[in-house]
């Protein structure tokens, strides 16, 4: 007899869709309702759910454990609400609990991410014989592997793998989703300040984008060498990718190369590694790093590889990355690899952004009638490839039009603004060309080509007043980087009235 077992609050979206895909599987459904006010407890009933409810404290374990103790099966399957099995995966639940066995397996959890093109693969315990002193762990981000280890179970890897679209939203509503649960993982790591809650922390601040925070925290949880390896891998691409984008190109590098020493086989950290060794001029590990990111993300996509965490990549935004790191490397060989996969995977984009594409790239004039179809085309997913595209388009009215047609959908892309500013420039539009390089600076002051591209539109729009106060932003914002404190001086050097 195998049980289904559940806690939920306010799941209507996802609940039917999950207990569907269970119905045929599980004896015995045991729903923990924390506060529901939609119908999430219709649904439940529609499906003989035994509901139970649970006063909310804060403790995602305590209430794990609270459906665990209402459960009356021989084995255990969890879910949340926004989860559902894959159809292949009801016969091997079913093989597996034939028998009871002191024995927990691991299954493939594949989360959707339709918004940011990078689902993720990992792997969790989700199903295993049914002891009344198994106990999840942790207020949040709540564990059940140390109990099953401590009860000598046997946790070993299934092929059961189960589809989940919590984390299927927009960057808003992942931030609105991490914020929820930010005091608890403090007050638990307030009580453990163990590597795993300091690793969470991480994650969590890098949802909300608070990167000063989430480095400290990934830097406390690397203190740990028994932090797992695909944490650790992770972690330093984190770091790796904060010191490359101050700059700081060798510290990036080593932190990389830690990534990877940590799982080779992570396509983001592969990625990363082309583009700090890109900044570095390292063109043989620019093709070599960018071509395995892509054949391991394909096998990871496949299911030829399995892997404990990993984030992986749509294959046409990997694509749109290859493209833009080859043409940023001038490297023919590797942009014909990449546009002869993209070619392959195009019939999913359509055919307006391949006639854009293709007119960007040979420096075909672009007809004013056909603008308005081509910035449809432009979507968060191609758009930083486009504005590579851009450094070699001629046509600068052309090119600042597209900016202008979407700027609206990109309010929050500093990169945009900052084209946008330089195209202004050169088509002498200084007041506009000022107010789209500020506007890039105020959502990113980590690229300090951003200052610089400033203090050239206020040279141009006669404001070199202004000049003197970019100068000591940059100069306090990039404090530990000598390449970039040095260039500050030799611009002052140059403009020696506006600093007497």
Not at 41 to 46: G, H
Not at 71 to 89: F, P, V
Not at 474 to 486: G, I, R, W
């Amino acid at each position: 007899m195998i049980t289904l077992s559940m806690i939920v609050k306010n799941e209507e979206k996802h609940l039917a869709k999950c207990l569907e895909s269970v119905k045929n599987v599980v004896d015995e459904i045991v729903l923990v309702d924390t506060g529901s006010t939609d119908k999430t407890l219709e649904i439940a009933e529609r499906y003989s759910a035994k509901i139970f409810h649970f006063k909310w404290i804060d403790d995602f374990a305590a209430a794990r454990n609270f459906a665990l103790s209402h459960a009356s099966g021989d084995w255990i399957l969890y879910l949340d609400a926004d989860e559902c099995i894959t159809e292949k995966s009801a016969p091997e639940i079913k093989r597996l609990t034939k028998q009871k066995k002191r024995e927990a397996y691991k299954c493939t959890v594949r989360s959707v991410d339709d918004f940011n093109h990078r689902p993720s693969v990992m792997t969790y315990t989700r199903l295993f014989a049914n002891e009344k002193n198994i106990r999840f762990e942790g207020k949040v981000h709540e564990q059940i592997e140390e109990s099953l280890r401590k009860n000598n179970f046997a946790i070993k890897n299934s092929t059961i793998e189960i589809d989940h679209y919590g984390y299927n939203l927009s960057k808003d509503e992942l931030k609105i989703k991490a914020g929820r649960n930010l005091l608890i993982l403090l007050n638990q790591y307030e009580e453990n300040k163990s590597s795993y809650y300091a690793f969470q922390l991480g994650q969590t601040y890098t949802i909300l984008n608070e990167k000063e925070n989430a480095v400290s925290y990934f830097t406390s949880a690397l203190k740990d060498a028994s932090l797992p390896k695909e944490y650790q891998s992770l972690a330093y691409r984190y770091l790796a990718i904060e010191a490359a984008e101050k700059q700081n190109y060798k510290s990036a590098s080593e932190l990389i190369e830690k990534s990877l020493r940590c799982d080779g086989d992570q396509p983001l950290a592969l990625f990363a590694a082309a583009n700090i060794r890109l900044k570095l001029g390292d063109a043989a590990s620019v093709d070599k790093y960018s071509r395995k990111a892509f054949e391991v993300n394909r096998k990871y996509l496949l299911g030829e590889k399995k892997s404990n965490q990993n984030i992986l990549i749509d294959e046409l935004q990997l694509c749109y990355y290859g493209l833009e790191i080859a043409l940023l490397s001038n490297n023919k060989e590797l942009f014909n690899f990449f546009y002869k996969e993209y070619l392959s995977l195009n019939k999913k984009s359509g055919s307006g952004e391949l006639e854009l594409f293709e007119k960007l790239l040979n420096n075909i004039p672009i007809a004013e009638n056909l603008l308005n179809g081509y910035a449809n085309v432009i979507t968060s997913a191609n758009i930083e490839l486009i504005l590579t595209f851009f450094n070699s388009y001629s046509d600068a009215s052309v090119k600042a039009k597209l900016l202008l047609l979407v700027k609206e959908k990109f309010p929050s892309n500093a990169a945009l603004f900052v084209k946008l500013g330089m195209v202004l420039i050169e088509l002498q539009k200084f007041p506009e060309a000022v107010e789209a390089i500020e506007h890039s600076l105020n959502l990113n002051k980590e690229d300090p080509a951003t200052f610089f591209y400033l203090v050239s539109a206020y040279l141009m729009n006669n404001q070199a007043n202004k000049i003197p106060q970019v100068v000591l932003a940059a100069e306090t914002q990039f404090a530990h980087n000598e390449q970039v404190l040095l260039r500050l001086q030799l611009l002052k050097e140059k403009l020696p009235q506006l600093f007497s």
